[in-house]
């Protein structure tokens, strides 16, 4: 029987021992049965780590064309043993830490050239992240620089070129861009990590992402300010924008794709005289009641109609919100229970400034005055919080501390309540609490800011 050929493009990393000779050594142990034939090598060229711990040392990287009669599975397992026989030891392995030898096949090509796709638990081909790794794209642009690439359709060359420029960041100005986008990506296999941001985008949003890219094949973010989820014109009207500034901060981290759009791009042929019909918009469930939901009517409402859209268009499989949006977090949760129980809801905690305020996009706004006065949100949380260390369980008196730390003359409160997280009351809670958080909305310096602590959780 005549055993069909297959063209595979192999990757090859390496940042312990002598990365050069392993890799010979693992090319020659790829040939020796007979049955795998290199048909061009890269030159090795030596890369800076990217993720992983900090500190680890540079890499090599290299890649090859072989030709085989090995099925793809037969080839990645040839693969692994080499890894094994020359010290790699995947079981007990940190992620993206030092290798000694890490072999990944890329793609696979029929005897017409056309990609075998294979989506198993071990075997992912083409492989989902290739296009957006340029130490993989350069030593690959050596040996097959005319390559077709699955996803963005862009030859091995383009593609490299495209990270050049833009930082690997893919930019779109529409939902229906980003749809056919996130489509392609899916149909590759890929995994998608998503952030939905109203952009300004600081050190808070930036962990998200960082958080989404590191446990996704993709990560993507969209940036609209909402009209729907502002229930003050004038806040809407003064929101920072800056989206030169988002996407150079994006790049930074990883991020594959960031978009934008427009209310009528989001719900296109929905909308009457500018506006979305109130049968359109989707229940946020009960976690609106109450705080959020009464000193902002409407808001967690609009959120949960644009969230739900948001993941309509993107379909991610995990989604990432900051827990500095508490009951946001709450809403979100339904939207996706709601929705069968996709995407993956992932709760980040709050990243703060070293005043301990929490980071926001609004901050932009507060003057000297107002910025020292907003670290009194934060010292009556931790009041809160210290008191509930110390044992006590009641809602009233947890809420008095709560208060008391976060007054202050240019500091005007809308609300300074506890709650129990997991079983969320519109009211305060009666009877001694299990667990609690505290939250706190404030006017100061005319910037609108909340806040809130788990007072189990590690005090973020
Ligand atoms: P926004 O742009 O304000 O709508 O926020 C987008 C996402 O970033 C939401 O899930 C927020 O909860 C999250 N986020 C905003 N600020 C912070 C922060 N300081 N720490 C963690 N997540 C945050």
Redesign the pocket.
């Known amino acids: 029987m005549v055993r069909s050929r297959i063209t595979a493009a192999i990757a090859l990393g390496a940042n312990v021992g002598e990365p050069e000779r392993s890799f010979k050594r693992a090319l020659s142990l790829l040939e020796r049965d007979g049955d795998v034939q290199i048909l061009r090598r890269s030159h090795w060229h030596g890369t800076d780590a990217v993720g992983g711990p900090a500190e680890q040392p540079d890499y090599t990287n290299g890649a090859v064309l072989v030709e085989t009669t090995l099925t793809p599975g037969a080839l990645l397992e040839r693969l692994h043993g080499i890894e094994a026989h020359l010290g790699r030891d995947r079981a007990n392995e940190e992620r993206r830490g030092p290798r000694v030898l890490d072999l990944d096949l890329l793609y696979a090509l029929d005897e017409e050239g056309a990609f075998l796709a294979e989506h198993g638990d071990e075997l992912h081909l083409p492989h989902p992240r290739m296009e957006e790794r340029p130490f993989v794209l350069a030593p690959l642009k050596e040996i097959a620089p005319a390559q077709r690439l699955p996803r963005s359709g862009r030859t091995v060359a383009e593609q490299l070129d495209f990270l050049e420029e833009s930082g690997g960041l893919a930019r779109l100005e529409s939902p229906a861009e980003a749809r056919a986008w996130c489509e392609a990506a899916r149909a590759a296999g890929a995994t998608i990590g998503f952030?939905?941001?109203?952009?300004a985008l600081h050190q808070?949003?930036l962990?998200?992402v960082r958080r989404a890219a590191m446990e996704n094949d993709l990560a993507c973010v969209s940036v609209f300010v909402n009209p729907l989820q502002f229930n003050d014109p004038a806040d809407l009207e003064k929101y920072p924008r800056d989206l030169e500034g988002d996407a150079r901060l994006l790049a930074g981290v990883g991020c594959a794709m960031v978009f934008t759009g427009t209310l009528e791009g989001f719900f296109p042929g929905e909308l009457v005289d500018g506006a979305l019909p109130a049968a359109a918009y989707v229940p946020p469930g009960p976690s609106a009641a109450g705080l959020e939901g009464e000193f902002r009517p409407g808001h967690l409402d609009g959120v949960a109609t644009i969230v739900d859209r948001l993941f309509d268009v993107v379909e991610p499989t995990r989604a990432y919100?900051?827990?500095?949006?508490f009951q946001?977090c709450l809403v979100v949760q339904h939207v996706a229970d709601r929705r069968g129980g996709a995407p993956e809801i992932v709760r980040?905690?709050?990243?703060?400034e070293s005043t301990g305020i929490?980071?926001?996009?609004r901050n932009a706004l507060l003057d000297d005055g107002a910025r020292e006065a907003a670290r009194a949100l934060h010292r009556g949380l931790s009041a809160a919080r210290d008191a509930w260390v110390a044992g006590e369980r009641d809602a009233s008196s947890l809420s008095q501390r709560l208060r008391e730390g976060a007054s202050q003359p240019s500091v005007d409160l809308e609300y300074a309540e506890v709650r129990d997280p997991q079983r969320w009351t519109p009211g305060q809670p009666t009877g001694a609490l299990e667990r609690a958080v505290g939250l706190v909305a404030a006017n100061v310096g005319g910037v609108r800011l909340i806040d809130n602590m788990e007072f189990d959780g590690d005090a973020r």
């Not at 919100?321 to 949006?325: H, I």
């Not at 929490?358 to 996009?361: D, L, N, V």
């Open positions: 952030v939905p941001t109203m952009g808070g949003h962990e998200l919100f900051g827990a500095k949006d946001q980040c905690p709050t990243v703060r929490a980071m926001s996009s």
